[in-house]
């Protein structure tokens, strides 16, 4: 499901809407040694175009992640941050900042609304 963030503006009077889509599958059997690896997904709408931004995932049991890219044309964000040994941790909350970094502004926010799927990895 989907996150509506609402940011409003009142010296412009305006108010921008944000969808924030965060879903995440763990990788069985992808690290003997460290653990399970889980791939975090962030998907977000309604951003500035051809612009820098990051997304910082925030498992409750491992250390953050970032990952940085540009938006499309039409400011679609869309991100895979991979958490090592991941599966350690039952939530993954995402904060996506505008720019290089989390030294900037939050743009949205929002976290994962079910539990991670597991995917299976074949060994060769």
Not at 34 to 44: S, Y
Not at 62 to 90: C, M, Q, R
Not at 101 to 124: H, M, R
Request: aromatic share 8%; proline share 4%; glycine share 8%.
């Amino acid at each position: 499901m989907p996150l509506l963030l609402l940011l409003s503006s009142s010296a412009l009077g305006m108010t921008y809407s944000l969808d924030i889509d965060v879903k995440c599958t763990v990788y069985q059997g992808s690290d003997d040694e460290n653990g399970d690896n889980v791939d975090v997904r962030t998907f977000v709408m309604g951003l500035k175009g051809n612009s820098d931004y990051t997304a910082e995932a925030i498992p409750d049991h491992n250390p953050s992640t970032t990952v940085t890219t540009k938006t499309d044309s039409e400011g679609i964000f869309w991100i895979v941050a991979k958490v090592p040994n991941g599966e350690k941790s039952l939530l993954f909350k995402v904060n996506v900042y505008e720019g290089n970094g989390t030294d900037e502004n939050i743009v949205a926010s929002g976290d994962d609304d079910a539990p991670c799927y597991q995917i299976s990895q074949q060994k060769k």
